[in-house]
């Protein structure tokens, strides 16, 4: 069964496709006011939209990095080999702390190299063999995660880790979607995700087309929630787990843990092997993006700022595996994440 298939069984939402030669991204920046899917030719525009929050989430990154290393080479001058890995490195760089991206452009890049003159094709096929697989795990890690969930109970997310942010039907709101249906969740509390929102235009417009309950509430008044309700479990997705179990993930994920320890909810990160990066030790070691200032002043009607006034605008942030219960993946559960048992989990990839 194909992807797009596939896909429409349990969700509508498709954040990345390929036809016609060209990588197809639905443009999130829009939602949910619109949809509109940008229609791009090259590596570099590939690039760009990643840059520019077109496509986020660190699963659906590296599917849309995977078909523009497709186009890098279509588009590279035969033999120049300068041409190609200029074109693979904007790609690399185009978001930092996502480790799908680097793992993605590795895999497709060596599956075009090993092809000889057939480079293109062996890529397009590899890129489209990476988004298949992924739809397949986040289907079995729905599975896993939800097996976890006594219920019904209610639950928290934050940001957005659904179809929109994977080939499709989500990490962490795959393991919701999954429970769901299960009869093991009946309300979902979403953060609104400042300053881009995610929590409100995303993963409230997925839940709600899903028909599953869900509640908005601002970021900082999770914590009053948490008080009032009792949520059984934060369950999110995550950007790079380090090699010791430590987290990246949005910015705000980290206070959310610490209020679920307090609260005595407990933590689920969801998140595909290729989001484990062994060569990162720790949490420190994970680079943090950092983005422009005018994202915090325009929301706050500011455009240009406040003359003496300084910003800083993390995008990620990181919870330390001592404040996680269990990471979900495609290779299993882990209970307790630590060193020992992230190798283990690798080794026997």
Known sequence: MS??????????????????????????????AEEVFLKLETSAAVADAIAAMVVRGAPAIGIAAAYGVALAYRESTPGDRFDLASRLDVLRQARPTASNLVWAVRRVSAAAEAAG????????????????????MNQAMGKLGARLIEGPCKVVTHCNAGALATGGFGTALGVIRQAWVEGRIDRVYAGETRPWQQGSRLTCW??????????????????????????????????????????????????????????GARVMIVAPRSTIDPETPNGDAIPIEARSADELWVLSGLPGGIDGA?????????????????????????????????????RDA
């Open 3 to 32: 992807v797009e298939a596939t896909q429409q069984n349990w969700s509508p939402v498709q954040a990345v496709r390929w036809e016609d030669d060209a990588c197809v991204l639905l443009d999130q920046r829009r939602l949910p």
């Open 117 to 136: 003159s057939e480079r293109y094709g062996a890529a397009v096929k590899e890129a489209r063999a990476i988004h298949a697989e992924d739809l397949a």
């Open 206 to 263: 997925e839940l709600a087309r899903d028909g599953i309950p869900v509640t908005l509430l601002a970021d900082s008044a999770m914590g009053q929630m948490f008080r009032r309700e009792h949520p059984a479990w934060l369950i999110t997705g995550a950007d790079r787990i380090a090699a010791n179990g430590d987290v990246a993930n949005k910015i705000g994920t980290y206070a959310l843990a610490v209020l679920a320890r307090h609260h």
């Open 310 to 346: 300084a910003v800083e605008n993390p995008v990620f942030d990181v919870t330390p595996a001592g404040c996680i219960d269990v990471i979900v993946t495609d290779g299993g559960v882990i209970q307790d994440p630590d060193l020992e048992k992230i190798s283990a989990l690798m």
